[in-house]
């Protein structure tokens, strides 16, 4: 069973948020895993910084890991009040979520949630 510490957060660009919260997370970027590496259904790892609008950039991760303490930590890391202060509304939903992940097994029993934490209002679609 894997500890997926995923997470979708937006900050202006004039906070460096975005670049804090991709440098805080290459170590666990270093120590997750690929699942189904190389095959038809591979879900990569991914700890990226992405502009989001001219004033704003985003932050995205995906960390399959091995240790459920590591997840945790990512997730505490990433939940902390001080990083939530900086998010910027009207992007949509900010979230972090730290769950339990079986997509690397042969019997599959489901992922389940540990921790989500979420901000904002979803975007509307015309």
């Not at 979520?97 to 097994?105: A, G, K, P």
Request: charged share 30%; proline share 2%.
């Amino acid at each position: 069973m894997l500890h997926r510490a995923r997470a979708r957060l937006v900050f202006s660009k004039s906070s460096g948020m975005a670049q804090w919260c991709k440098d805080q997370m290459t170590v666990r970027h270093d120590q997750a895993v690929y699942i189904n590496e190389n095959e038809d259904n591979e879900e990569p790892k991914y700890n990226i910084k992405q502009e989001y609008d001219t004033d704003n950039d985003e932050f995205k991760c995906d960390l399959p890991l091995l240790d459920e303490s590591h997840a945790q930590d990512a997730y505490n890391t990433l939940t902390d009040a001080s990083v939530w202060s900086y998010l910027v509304d009207g992007v949509g939903v900010n979230w972090v979520e730290h769950h339990t992940c079986d997509h690397d097994e042969a019997v599959r029993s489901d992922c389940v949630t540990q921790s989500r934490k979420e901000y904002g209002e979803p975007l509307e679609t015309i």
